[in-house]
């Protein structure tokens, strides 16, 4: 049995998403995990695979830290249900986790500082605080979020546009049917979501119904995760 290792906030909350594209590529290819929460303080759960990030796997003899090299290990370990059917399939996964890595992540980041510090487990706190400050340069992170959230969700959206292109032909960013690329998306919305009540899209939006479609999917696995 995989054993996934994920990021946990109080209240056995599990925002990050990276983790979530993890488990979205397990639940594709049909395979059964268990599940190890790691707080920010409790690296030493993943010692043993030399990381200090989540996720990471246990996969029998194979030990794998990276969520990219995850998936790329589930489809050469496990055949059944491939997640990259062809070299082109690979190269736009990896395009796509790229451009959400690169600018949908960081366009959200401000907008949910706050209450991300506000729902981390009081024992990770002051990591939390410390190794976030580092990147913002300062502590006070409700006063950051409010200040980004003045400008409202409308950059946000405004950076989400090359997906909307996209989902206005068809319901998911891989056609008929989603798959990776999809999953890397979805994980920065579960990330929100988890972290915080704030409305980042409208609900005409394209990208609005494809992230309900999202979260509907592997029955409803996103849909029922623990919501701010
Ligand atoms: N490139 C890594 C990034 C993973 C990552 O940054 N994970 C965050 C959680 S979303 C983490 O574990 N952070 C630990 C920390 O900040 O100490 C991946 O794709 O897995």
Same mark, same amino acid.
């Given at each position: 049995? @995989? ?24 639940? !594709? ?16 759960? @993943? ?9 990471? @796997? ?11 090299? @995850?998936?790329? !290990?589930?489809?050469?370990?496990? !055949? ?149």
């Amino acid at each position: 049995m @995989i054993t996934l290792y994920d990021l946990v906030f109080q209240d056995d909350r599990r925002p990050s998403p990276f983790c979530w594209r993890a488990k979205f590529a397990l639940k !594709h290819k049909g395979l059964a995990w268990r599940d190890e929460p790691v707080g920010f303080t409790e690296k030493e759960k @993943i010692a043993f695979a030399q990381s200090q990030t989540l996720p990471v @796997i246990h996969d029998g003899a194979h030990v794998v830290k990276d969520s990219w090299a @995850i998936v790329r !290990h589930l489809d050469k370990a496990h !055949h059944e249900q491939p997640l990259f059917k062809s070299e082109m399939a690979l190269s736009y996964a990896h395009f796509v986790a790229g451009w959400v890595d690169t600018t949908v992540h960081p366009a959200l980041f401000p907008l949910l500082i706050g209450d991300l510090y506000d729902r981390v487990r009081p024992a990770d706190k002051s990591y939390f605080q410390e190794s976030r400050a580092k990147r913002l340069g300062t502590t006070d992170f409700a006063a950051f979020q409010a200040k980004a959230r003045e400008k409202g969700p409308a950059a946000f959206r405004a950076v989400l546009e090359p997906a909307r292109r996209v989902l206005k032909e068809q319901p998911f960013l891989c056609g008929e049917h989603p798959a990776y690329p999809d999953y890397a998306l979805v994980g920065a919305f579960l990330w929100a979501r988890v972290a915080s009540p704030f409305a980042l899209l409208e609900s005409d939006d394209p990208v609005h119904a494809w992230r309900e479609r999202m979260l509907d999917l592997f029955d409803g696995m996103g849909r029922k995760a623990k919501a701010a």
